[in-house]
């Protein structure tokens, strides 16, 4: 069999690029060895953290926010097993949405695991251990990533566990230490606490969420601190005793010094994320790894081999599934012999704790670091109509802007619906806006986006409402 193009695997990275690289009218196949479509992020990723997030916040409004309401609906009472199978219901319905655009693109699907076996050629080998070889004009690897393992910590995903554990949990853990204050670590750490878990986050660092705007990050721990959470900053973890029925957690400084022990009931690994190459065959075939087992690719995604080329997680970048879809994107018009393209410097990014925390573009430290004279411009939800009524009012919009051309260079959002609300902000960006643009841009009134527009107001030192 032969093809124009062969995806070998089926996140948001090679399922995006399999279908626009049919809508360009290539011959496509996908290449996928778990048992359903959608990679990490529809199977064990955002889909299902997204659930829970939502269904946990709905329970924990319940007792505090809509009482304020005048709705008492009395104390909450938890279906840990029902809100699993809402859960499983959100990413099945998603997994099968991936077969259908497959089937309504006439992309040919491949159940196995792909090796790729030459120049051309794609070893398909299933679950029987049968195999069979494809021949393609070109081949775009997008295999993702898996869980980073912390050194001298077995995962069991029963009380040592990674997301993957995590989203699966059978019953509330009475005490959950999270390893690592990133991403995974605050909204499946605030999953539980919701839920009723006491939960304790150890990080390496001496902030939470490394990457984020400095400021933003501040204001996040004093929030979750608020909502129960409890940090312990420039801690590692050195060791889990597991030999009895509470888990003995062995912490201390990161810069070395007196160890602790911290009891827990389950333990989430939550310090990164690693590309995902296993049984590729790409020494063999002689594709060229950095030095953090990415795989290398130049500004056109091509790898070190013609005709292989590579996206998503396992490339360079930030591990998120809109950039995995952007360069799929980018690939397939690419090899239409169009001129595709991934904005690096307009990538938003979303935590969706409560409140949620969005940001594009550079952060006030990044900036400052590359020496760009720019001004900044808050505004504070407590000043917004909407959020007052809705007693939303944490949080707070911050915009950065160029100080010689008001280029705007970065937007941070941390409050609720933060995560819808940063797009207006990329838009911008995409199209070299001023935070004067924004800042004459009629918001509708009352909505929580007006704060983006008195942020924008704010860079010239205008705010209305402040
Ligand atoms: P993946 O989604 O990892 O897909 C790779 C696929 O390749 C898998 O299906 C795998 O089975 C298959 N594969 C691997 N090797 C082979 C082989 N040899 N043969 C055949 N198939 C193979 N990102 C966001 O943007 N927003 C979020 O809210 C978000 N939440 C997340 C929550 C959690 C708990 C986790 C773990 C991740 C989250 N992410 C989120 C990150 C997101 O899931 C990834 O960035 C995204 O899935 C990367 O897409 P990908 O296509 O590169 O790889
Ligand atoms: P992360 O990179 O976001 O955070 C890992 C944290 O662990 C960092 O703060 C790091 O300093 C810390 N750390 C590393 N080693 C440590 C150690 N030994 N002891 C203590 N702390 C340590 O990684 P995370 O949260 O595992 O997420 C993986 C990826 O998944 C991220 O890159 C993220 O982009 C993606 N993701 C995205 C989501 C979203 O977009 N909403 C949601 C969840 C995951």
């Known amino acids: 069999m032969s093809f124009d193009l062969i995806v070998i695997g089926t996140g948001p990275g090679g399922y995006v690029c399999a279908i626009r690289a049919a809508q360009l009218g290539m011959k496509v196949a996908v290449v996928e060895k778990n048992p359903t479509f959608g990679g990490t992020c529809l199977n064990v990723g955002c889909i299902p953290s997204k659930a829970l997030l939502q269904a946990s916040e709905r329970f924990e409004e319940v007792a505090h926010l809509l009482p304020k ?52 050629k794609v070893e398909v080998k299933d679950a029987s251990g049968k195999t069979q070889t494809l021949e393609t004009k070109n081949i775009v690897i997008a295999t993702g990533s898996d869980v980073a ?56 660092l001496d902030r939470i969420i490394p990457g984020m705007d400095g400021e933003i990050a501040k204001s996040f721990q004093r929030i979750l601190e608020k909502q129960g959470f409890t940090f312990k900053l420039g801690m590692k973890v050195t060791g889990v005793d597991s030999a009895g029925k509470t888990l003995k957690v062995q912490i201390e400084p990161a810069a070395g010094g007196k160890a602790e022990t911290v009891e ?3 333990v989430l690994v939550a310090i990164g994320r690693v590309p995902y190459t296993e049984g590729l065959g790409l020494k063999e075939a002689g594709v060229a790894l950095d030095e953090r087992g990415r795989v290398k690719t130049d500004n056109h995604f091509a790898t070190s081999v013609k005709g292989i080329y590579a996206i998503g997680d396992v490339i360079a970048g930030p591990m998120l599934a809109h950039k995995a879809e952007d360069e799929g994107v980018a690939v397939a018009e690419i090899l239409a012999g169009q001129a595709g393209h991934t904005n690096y410097d307009v990538i938003p990014s979303v935590i969706y704790t409560a409140p949620e925390v969005a940001s594009v573009g550079k952060t006030e430290e990044e900036l400052k670091q590359a020496g760009v004279a720019y001004n900044v411009g808050k505004f504070p939800f407590t000043a917004n109509a909407r959020a007052k009524v809705n007693q939303t009012t944490d949080g707070f919009v911050k915009i950065l802007a160029d100080a010689k051309t008001d280029r705007v260079l970065g937007a941070h959002i941390i409050g609720a619906e933060a995560g819808e609300m940063i797009h207006e902000a990329a838009v911008l960006m995409e199209f070299g806006g001023a935070a004067e643009d924004l800042a004459r841009t009629c918001h509708a009134h009352p ?5 983006v527009k ?13």
């Open 454 to 466: 008195e942020a924008a107001l704010a860079v010239a030192k205008r705010a209305i409402h402040m």
């Open 69 to 120: 309401m005048g709705i008492n609906a009395g104390t909450p009472k938890l279906d840990l097993a029902a809100m699993m199978t809402f859960k499983s219901e959100g990413v099945d319905g998603n997994v099968k949405g991936i077969g259908f655009l497959f089937k309504k693109n006439k992309i040919e699907t491949f159940a196995g695991t792909g090796r790729i076996a030459g120049p051309g």
């Open 264 to 266: 827990a009931d389950v």
């Open 149 to 204: 393992k912390l050194k001298g910590i077995e995962i069991d995903e029963k009380r040592i566990v990674s997301s993957t554990g995590a989203l699966t949990l059978d019953k509330v853990p009475g005490r959950l230490l999270v390893v690592g204050a990133g991403v995974i670590g605050l909204e499946l750490g605030s999953v539980w606490r919701r839920l009723g878990a006491q939960v304790t986050v150890v990080e390496f």
């Open 447 to 451: 909505t929580r986006s007006e704060a």
